[in-house]
């Protein structure tokens, strides 16, 4: 029997958190769902070939993991073996996911060498059978995350081989592959899905560039999107979807949180051994936080460097405490 599709249960204009791996990670999402929850997260991109391979999934059930207050939440998965993925979302869907979204954007080299991400771009008819067998391994919806094209924009015949498949919503990310994210997004190209897709039971969502809600709804009321994914405007900015301006003082406790809840997960801790069989992450990835919620005050850039020498969460909370009662203006 199919089961509710969230996609359509949601009220629109839909606002998602946009997976990115080793940013939006178990720990961060909690401290997103706790400041300001989005309509929808997603789950870092995992690859389905190593979750249907005994070793490789119990390391990826990190990537896999979420708090029940976290739903609704799709994982995304990439692979270019349609019979694998027909099996990986039977598994997924039995860890209490809302749905599941293909990766057909990732550029990464080593992603695209093994056919998958913005690769299948350049194998339409690969892709419509990644779909077509995930469809066929679940009753969750399944949808798509993708480009514009690979080396030029093919927006059109892109999105009409997408949509011939029926996945329950399609989120363009509006630059090329060879784009990167060197060049503003193309927003003015969603319009050409969002028509396509006028009758059928296809979401589309636009993505790239939007930093916040008013610039998502903004992009809603212009473009008629079913929704808005935001990526890295949630740096350093876990309020994003609240629309709280916290003070400096509310954001370094933030942080605080936030390292103490990563080294919780992923730090060589007893809930680590219990819940990834002590598959850890480095205490590196933090890095790019530090930089992202240190910044724009008198202070910052010492304390940002202070925070970079830190070696675990342990750490950060002694330097900001101490930045914290030396510098009490910001309280
Ligand atoms: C560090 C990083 C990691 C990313 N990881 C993923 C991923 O795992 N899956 C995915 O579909 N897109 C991933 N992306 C792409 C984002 O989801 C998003 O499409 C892109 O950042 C453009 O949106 P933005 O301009 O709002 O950031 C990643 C992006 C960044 C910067």
Redesign the pocket.
Known sequence: MSKPNIWQQLKRPIMVQ??????TDAAFRQIINKYGKPDLF?T??VSADGLMHPEGRKKLLRELYFVPSEKPIIA?LFTSRPEVLKEAVAFVETLGFDGIDI?M??PDRGIEKQGCGADLIKHPKLAQELILAAKAGTSLPVSV?TRIGYNKNEIKEWAETLLETEPAAITF?LRTRKEM?KVE?HWDEIKIPVELAKGSKTLILG????SDLVEAKNKVDIYGVDGV?????IYGNPWLYSGVVPSVAEKLKVLIEHSNLFWDLFGPTEKNKELFGGHTKSFAIMKKHFKAYVEGFVGASELRAELMQAENAEGVEEIINRFLAEAKFLV
Not at 207 to 210: A, E, H, I, L, T
Not at 229 to 233: C, D, E, P, S
């Open positions: 946009a997976p990115m791996a080793d940013v997603f870092e991109f995304q990766n954007g990732c995350k990310h994210s997004a993505n790239g560039d939007v994914m935001i990526g890295r405007g």
